[in-house]
């Protein structure tokens, strides 16, 4: 971790710190339970701001990181575009293949007698619910976003960012919280590992005495 920019592990302590709350909660509820408890603390600001998060994690925003990075900061041009590949290609793998029945919870909860707030705007999608693509893509770019800051506080702040898209598609009625704890976990772990390969496994080899 020595060699990590002091962003890249703020921004990581904090995704560890993200899945150990989220997991808890998911071990210490039913789904019922979690899901009842996010959708009653909401409000309207609330409803604007987390479908507003929720859109970070749309296509528009990759592509303006993208031109960003080929107008200032090239050499994270390709890293990027392979973790953007590879997240995505798990995220749909993992979706259409392992958990192809997996019910988004407006389908999950059709035979409850509860009445659940929904936000205004939102299509209720029924299907693909493990893992969150939009939470994957959320920390796969703010992984990359932090780094253009060498201080922890842009990889707290970056994380917090991608914390709060996970937590829109679930109060957004789209995801459960363990779908939002994958998601996280592919978009960071692929990022990482890209970045090893990119900036960090040289470092490393050159510290490494010829034999």
Request: proline fraction near 3%; aromatic fraction near 20%.
């Amino acid at each position: 971790m020595q060699s990590l920019e002091k962003s890249i592990r703020t921004y990581l302590s904090a995704f560890l710190i993200f899945e150990i709350i989220c997991l808890t909660f998911v071990g210490t509820k039913d789904r019922f339970a979690q899901m009842q408890w996010i959708n009653v603390h909401h409000s309207l600001w609330a409803d604007y701001l987390f479908f507003a998060l929720s859109g970070f994690a749309e296509i528009l925003t990759p592509i303006v990181i993208i031109l960003y990075f080929i107008w200032k900061k090239k050499n994270l041009v390709r890293p990027f575009l392979l973790s953007y590949a590879v997240s995505t290609g798990l995220i749909q793998l993992a979706k259409h293949y392992i958990f192809p029945n997996a019910l988004r919870p407006f389908a999950y909860f059709k035979g409850f007698l509860y009445d659940w707030h929904l936000v205004d705007g939102v299509f209720m999608n029924e299907y693909n619910s493990m893992p969150s693509g939009h939470t994957s893509a959320a920390w796969f770019m703010c992984f990359w976003l932090a780094i253009l800051s060498k201080s922890g506080w842009s990889g707290i702040l970056f994380a917090l960012l991608a914390t709060g898209v996970g937590y829109s598609r679930v109060y957004l009625f789209q995801h459960f919280p363990v779908d939002t704890a994958v998601g996280a976990f592919i978009g960071t772990a692929t990022s990482l590992i890209v970045y090893y390969f990119y900036f960090l496994k040289s470092q490393i080899d050159d510290q490494i005495p010829a034999a």
